[in-house]
Nanobody, 127 residues
Framework: QLQLVESGGDLVQPGGSLRLSCAGS????????IGWFRQAPGKEREGVSRINPSGISQFYADSVKGRFTISRDNAKNTVYLQMNSLKPADTAVYYCAAGKRGASGSTWYKEGLYDYWGQGTQVTVSS
């Protein structure tokens, strides 16, 4: 059974940091681009970041540029999202997704590019 499992979500104070992990179970992630998405209460799900299979190409939403960093360790079958300088507006359920379709700077956040989704991990930024 092919699964993506997110972990690392937590309650953190504004200005703090978290690292989310997305692990593949039942398949190898190294052939897939991985996207991170988030959904805040009452809002639509939005793209946060994407990394291509080799790790060379990365995209970020404007709202997280300079604060979040996506990376991958194909040997560990895991993709990471390092989140620094967290703000209350970053509070959301974070999802990772895997897909093989290519993407550009104007398409990477389209959910139709991704075939497999994790169950999500909660990130809460609050004092």
């Amino acid at each position: 059974q092919l699964q993506l499992v997110e972990s690392g979500g937590d309650l953190v104070q504004p200005g703090g940091s978290l690292r989310l992990s997305c692990a593949g179970s039942g398949f190898s992630l190294d052939a897939y681009a991985i996207g991170w998405f988030r959904q805040a209460p009452g809002k639509e799900r939005e793209g946060v970041s994407r990394i291509n299979p080799s790790g060379i190409s990365q995209f970020y939403a404007d709202s997280v540029k300079g604060r979040f960093t996506i990376s991958r360790d194909n040997a560990k079958n895991t993709v990471y999202l390092q989140m620094n300088s967290l703000k209350p507006a970053d509070t959301a359920v974070y999802y990772c997704a895997a897909g093989k379709r290519g993407a550009s700077g104007s398409t990477w956040y389209k959910e139709g590019l991704y075939d497999y989704w994790g169950q999500g991990t909660q990130v809460t930024v609050s004092s």
